[in-house]
């Protein structure tokens, strides 16, 4: 059975076979007997990236027997755009670079202020992901836009079509304003030089786990 598990870069949570580099906390959201998720989408303002094996060494699983519900994304900037951030307690160091980032972008504030101000830039009451309008030649690498209907990775010169299963070749970057998926702070973030680690597909090094 396919968990409805994989979160998009527009913030829908869909059932897909295909891999990622990262799960995320939400909380405790819980799934039916077909694997669908219920109403819940969070139950807590922290939402993390999180390595796929704890610190320790465990498998999370899908389903881990108690604490939480995991969510899945293709790469770190897919869950950026979902409106997470990297974890303190199984990502050290990429939670340092974020932090120093986000200090330089917006002031330092601990992890309780910035998720706060990133829940109110990531989704609204009714669950609906909250996106805002820019000049697609200012955009850093690492953020997402909506282009033609479709989720795309700004990199470099070019865009790169999203799928679940990884990035399609790139096109070029477009001219004027674009409508943009990941979070306005997250986005002072990655212009502040936080790089998050990306799929092979993306053509990019891989930077901080």
Known sequence: MTLQNRVLPTGGIVADTARGLFTGNRGILGFDAGGRLGPRRWTHHHWIICTLTHPRGRDHGAQPARGWTPLFFLDEAVALAAGHRPCAYCRP???AA??????EAHGPENHDAMDRRLHMARVTRGRAQVTHRAQAAGLPDG???DWRGRPHLVSGDGLRPYAPGGYAAPCPRPMGEVTVLTPAP????LAAGYAPRLHASAGAADPLV
């Open 93 to 95: 160091a990429a939670y």
């Open 98 to 103: 974020w932090k120093s980032a986000w200090a």
């Open 143 to 145: 953020a997402f836009v």
């Open 186 to 189: 997250t986005l002072g973030v």
